[in-house]
């Protein structure tokens, strides 16, 4: 019996319905259909999920029976003998050289064929004779499934202690880490991870640089691999003295990619739009686009605020940021925030997980503001927020005291900083509107 699917469902901070997809491509992606009642959303899922059928019917592989000619049709071929053979659609009729029908066979036979999206792949098992869809081929073997090795035990285990103690291996990465395990082992032909080298890990990168994919996605695709095999050298089930076939594999962005893909800020009229709809989010999103903007703060930043600092009647203000990334900073709650905010924060301002909080935000700015620029995202408020301040002349030093530096700089480390005060003077004039 075939398990029930419910297409649409409702997000934890979300009044609306979604409806699961898949584009023409085969990626799934989430649409909203605007609406918190569940019968106007079934009605509004309804069309959408029947083309979402369709395409799945259509990118689904399958083998056509197919009349295979032997010699091309509408031509003379050389015969043997010297005579010559007439190759009709379904015939060859072969003439001696004396001009006579020597004998007459079929022009082929019957074959098979895959039609299929992907042209290595048939009911999930890849065709190694199959070079290009629509290649021809005889009878399909029945389909094997492939016995578990060792590594896929250490492949389970990592991801299973990930999802133990809460690093996100859960849910939509579980799916996607194991995709990239099962795309690189039928890359490699099951060959041991041990034996492996960045030469068989740059399988994936080929691999993906053919379907059109960014570095930067690669990078996060590939970085799962990466870590488990990290993982399992460190608990000791792979020798310390091997070399991570996936460490550095994704080649850098060069100047002119980075600058292409460098994100552009919102401008006044897209910073009207967005709190203009912001009624469409929950409280909670609501609070994390007016911090965002009003401080120019990382998202994950924002996901680390679990309580203010003691202010002695002061200016309010938080700790963010990560000693490694020469970031750690205190950064002041801007006047602009203050009626959205708990009299006191005891407890993280926001929970879930920041990759969740993103893809709500990019939906909310393509669907509900209408904003299609691709380089316009959530990040694009941070570089608003800094360009506010360069429009007013902030010294740079506290530029650096309320972004966190870019870049380690020495010489400046000693003292405690601008005061809370000061800062507030500037973090308040980042908001505009």
């Known amino acids: 019996m075939a ?42 899922a309804g069309p959408l999920i029947t083309e979402h059928k369709a395409r799945l019917l259509a990118a689904r592989p399958r083998v056509e029976t197919v009349w295979q000619h032997k010699m091309e049709p509408g031509r003379e071929h050389v015969g043997e003998d010297g005579g010559k053979i007439i190759a009709t659609d379904k015939e ?120 059109g994919l960014s570095y930067p ?65 929950s409280e909670s999103d609501q609070l994390l686009f007016r911090l965002l903007e009003g401080t120019g703060m990382r998202l994950s930043e924002a996901f680390q605020i679990k309580g203010e600092e003691p202010h002695n009647g002061g200016p309010r203000f938080v700790i963010v940021g990560n000693k490694t990334e020469n970031s750690l900073r205190r950064v002041p709650l801007p006047k602009s925030v203050l009626p959205y905010l708990p009299a006191k924060i005891k407890r993280p301002l926001f929970e879930g997980l920041p990759s969740s909080a993103s893809h709500r935000f990019t939906e909310f700015l393509r669907e509900t503001v ?7 995202v959530l990040y694009s408020l941070r570089h608003r927020a800094k360009d506010r301040l360069r429009d007013l002349d902030c010294p740079e030093k506290i530029s650096e005291a309320l972004f966190g530096r870019d870049e380690v700089t020495t010489g400046d480390d000693y003292g405690k900083g601008f005061s809370i005060k000061k800062l507030k003077t500037w973090v308040d004039k980042i908001s505009a509107l």
């Not at 319905?17 to 491509?25: A, G, I, P, S, T």
């Not at 041990?194 to 640089?209: A, F, I, N, P, Q």
């Not at 209408?370 to 316009?376: G, L, N």
């Open 3 to 44: 398990r029930k699917q419910d297409w649409i469902f409702q997000r934890p901070q979300s009044q609306n319905f979604y409806v699961r997809l898949r584009d023409e491509n085969g990626r799934r992606f989430v649409q909203s259909l605007h609406t918190n009642d569940r019968r106007e959303a079934e009605v509004k």
């Open 217 to 281: 996605s690669m990078q996060k695709k590939i970085m799962w691999l990466s870590a488990m095999v990290q993982f399992s050298i460190d608990e000791k089930k792979l020798p310390d003295t091997m070399v991570n076939p996936f460490s550095g594999i994704v080649p850098q962005r060069t100047p002119q990619e980075t600058h292409a893909a460098k994100r552009k800020p919102l401008d006044d009229a897209d910073l009207k739009a967005c709190k203009a709809k912001l009624g469409g989010l």
């Open 92 to 211: 060859l009729i072969h003439i001696g050289h004396n001009g006579a029908i020597v004998k007459q066979e079929p022009n082929g036979g019957i074959a098979h064929r895959l039609v299929s999206r992907d042209p290595l792949t048939v009911y999930g098992v890849v065709q190694a004779l199959l070079n290009a869809e629509g290649e021809e081929f005889g009878p399909v073997a029945r389909p094997t499934v492939a016995a578990k090795t060792s590594d896929d035990v250490l492949f389970q285990t990592y991801i299973d202690s990930g999802a133990r103690k809460g690093r996100g291996l859960d849910g939509y990465a579980r799916k996607e880490a194991q995709v990239v395990w099962d795309l690189f082992r039928t890359l490699t032909e099951g060959k041991a991870l041990e034996k492996c080298d960045r030469s068989d890990g740059r399988l994936l990168v080929k691999h993906y640089t053919a379907e």
């Open 370 to 376: 209408k904003i299609t620029d691709p380089k316009k």
